[in-house]
């Protein structure tokens, strides 16, 4: 797709406040695709006034029209899926199967989900003598990363409109094709003037600028931790209602029961599946001692497998600081099966497969989120020494547990400190809430736990 060159503003696309521009790079080759403004608090301030302006009457549009044009929206995302899976594949390098199968596949499924969200949900209900009405925030800040860059998009817009809420979206500086392709599809949906807005440009400026700004009503934010940190803060300091979805570095823990072959394949899938490049991968196996060997084998030949099929990581940044993880790996003692530090290419910043075994809990890459295709085993004595492991983490975004019967395996997912659990390599659903426990976020997307946060609740009494 062609690059805007302004902000989509009160439904229209107008000329940026400055000049400055940000380059967009295929990470595949490293040429630069397309030019979008890199937005400024003025850029930013024009959107929120747009959106305050047009909150009133979208708050006010029974909730049946609001699914409609959400409905209308999911039609056009399905029309224009080819064209999606293009552009992120463009800026974000993932394989084009990929990206036609999850990055503008799962979208749809969850745009479709509020359409029909927005026209069953309880926004009202009587309790005693009072009756309880669920009502829109107000003004909605959402800011949101590169790894997911449509499906993180829209599972922030589509709740919040359903809600009644209106938005201004500041998206990730590697993938704002994208979401400029996302504000053409809401302004083909119908959706009014000023309910959706759209500022590209850099954390620091623009997004911190929708942050802190004062008509803003809740900051949604999915990113890093530390910056979720502040935005946090922030957010609190002005009593601002915020939602956080942030890092992650959960545990596919197998326990002895389990299909072991089948419970490390899914695994492995798991972690290299975009490039390593998911918050809720499970990218600490952790396997009991007397099966370690044998998982570490099978890792090893399904990361093998992968070889050259793997997209690369976003930017140089990314792949030198997966690349330094790798090399941490190494000094602090884990033992590289697969994969490694150096490049298997000369252009693009692509990341080879990495598979480590003699991983300790405590080394940096069992700690800290990596976000690249490296995946560390982890032996564990028995079950207290495994669920030990699996929550010894300052994240709790997802995991998984694999068992011999499902009993065993919820029994054991009950007592992991976090918000997502796969059983036996359960499948994705887009209804289920999604969310960090610990310093893996605050709030909860997708379903209707996902539109509640955008709502808050008023009681009259009768
Ligand atoms: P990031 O925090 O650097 O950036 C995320 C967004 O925040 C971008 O739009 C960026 O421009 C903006 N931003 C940066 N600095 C800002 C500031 N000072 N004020 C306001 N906005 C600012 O994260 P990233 O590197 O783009 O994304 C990777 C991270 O996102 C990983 O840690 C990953 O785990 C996390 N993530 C979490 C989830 C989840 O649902 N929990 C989903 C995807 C990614």
Avoid at 82 to 106: C, M, N, R, Y
Avoid at 125 to 135: A, L, P, R, W
Avoid at 203 to 208: D, S
Avoid at 338 to 362: I, L, M, W
Wanted: hydrophobic share 45%; charged share 20%.
């Amino acid at each position: 797709m062609k690059a805007h060159d302004g902000m989509y503003i009160d439904g229209a696309w107008r000329p940026a406040a400055g000049t400055d521009t940000i380059e967009v790079v295929n990470p595949v080759d490293e040429q630069v695709i397309g030019r979008v403004p890199a937005g400024t608090a003025e850029d930013v301030d024009a959107a929120v006034r747009a959106a305050r302006a047009a909150f009133p009457a979208w708050a006010a549009t029974p909730p049946a029209e609001r699914a409609a044009r959400l409905a209308a929206l999911r039609d056009i995302l399905v029309a224009r899926k080819d064209e999606i899976a293009e552009t992120v594949t463009a800026e974000l390098g993932s394989p084009l199967p990929f990206s036609q199968a999850v990055h503008a596949g799962v979208p749809i499924a969850v745009a479709g989900s509020y359409a029909e969200l927005a026209a069953t949900y309880a926004f009202e209900e009587k309790v005693g003598n009072s009756t309880v009405y669920q009502e829109p925030v107000g003004v909605v800040g959402a800011i949101t990363p590169w790894n997911y860059p449509l499906h993180q998009i829209v599972a922030k817009v589509a709740p919040a409109l359903a809600a009644g809420c209106t938005v201004v979206l500041k998206p990730a500086e590697d993938t704002p094709l994208t979401a400029q392709l996302f504000a053409e599809t809401v302004a083909e949906a119908g959706i009014p003037a000023g309910v959706f807005n759209l500022v590209t440009g850099l954390g620091p400026v623009a997004g911190q600028a929708l942050a802190e700004h004062p008509d803003v009503d809740l900051v949604s934010f999915t990113g890093s931790t530390a910056v979720g940190k502040r935005i946090g803060a922030t957010a609190g300091a002005a009593v601002k209602r915020v939602a956080l979805e942030l890092g992650g570095k959960s545990a596919n823990v197998i326990l002895p029961s389990a299909d072991l072959a089948k419970a490390v394949g899914v695994g492995v899938a798991n972690v290299m599946s975009n490039s390593g490049q998911t918050c809720s991968a499970w990218t600490r196996m952790l396997v009991h001692t007397a099966q370690y060997d044998e998982a570490v084998e099978l890792a090893a030949a399904a990361a093998e497998k992968y070889g050259d099929r793997i997209g690369p990581v976003v930017n140089a940044k990314q792949q030198a600081r997966v690349r330094s993880y790798i090399d941490k790996g190494v000094t602090e003692g884990a033992r590289l099966v697969v994969g490694g530090p150096e490049s298997p290419r000369e252009q693009g910043y692509f990341v080879s497969p990495t598979v480590f075994s003699d991983v300790t809990p405590e080394m940096t890459i069992a700690q800290e989120e990596i976000f690249g295709p490296v995946l560390s085993i982890i032996r564990y004595e028995d079950e207290a020494d495994a669920l030990r492991i699996a929550n010894g983490t300052v994240y709790g975004l997802a995991g998984a547990v694999w068992a011999g019967d499902e009993t065993e395996a919820v029994a054991f997912a009950r007592r992991l400190d976090t918000g997502q659990v796969d059983i036996n390599g359960g499948r994705f659903n887009p209804l289920a809430p999604f969310g960090g426990y610990k310093q893996s976020g605050v709030g909860r997307e997708l379903g209707a736990h996902g539109l509640s946060e955008y709502l808050q609740t008023k009681s009259l009494q009768f």
